[in-house]
Nanobody
Framework: QVQLVESGGGLVQAGGSLRLSCAASGTIFSINAMGWYRQTPGNERELVASITSDGTTNYAHSVKGRFTISRDNAKNTVDLQMNSLKFEDTAVYYC???????????????WGKGTLVTVSS
């Protein structure tokens, strides 16, 4: 079994910073892309940022220049540094990862349970 666990959410004032962390554990052979998504009530989950195993990053236009995604391949972790937070960044943030549990098996997409980020205006 594979598990993703997020941490670091909370309440912050607009203009402030938060750092989210996500750790993958369990039976893991390799991890391809890892990423962060967010969702607000009544809306679809949207990509915030992603990072490949070789470090190539991709960001949503709304967070470019403010958020930075990074990963530690040795520890199977992915972080999201969020600076200059805005009220509209308020959401539940989900970590995800494309993981191959064993050699020559399929790659599965796994999700964490989410962590709430609330930005007060």
């Amino acid at each position: 079994q594979v598990q993703l666990v997020e941490s670091g959410g909370g309440l912050v004032q607009a203009g402030g910073s938060l750092r989210l962390s996500c750790a993958a554990s369990g039976t893991i052979f390799s991890i391809n892309a890892m990423g962060w998504y967010r969702q607000t009530p009544g809306n679809e989950r949207e990509l915030v940022a992603s990072i490949t195993s070789d470090g190539t990053t991709n960001y949503a236009h709304s967070v470019k220049g403010r958020f930075t995604i990074s990963r530690d391949n040795a520890k199977n972790t992915v972080d999201l540094q969020m600076n200059s937070l805005k009220f509209e960044d308020t959401a539940v943030y989900y970590c995800n990862a494309d993981i191959r549990a064993r050699p020559l098996t399929y790659v599965g997409r796994y999700w964490g349970k989410g962590t709430l980020v609330t930005v007060s205006s």
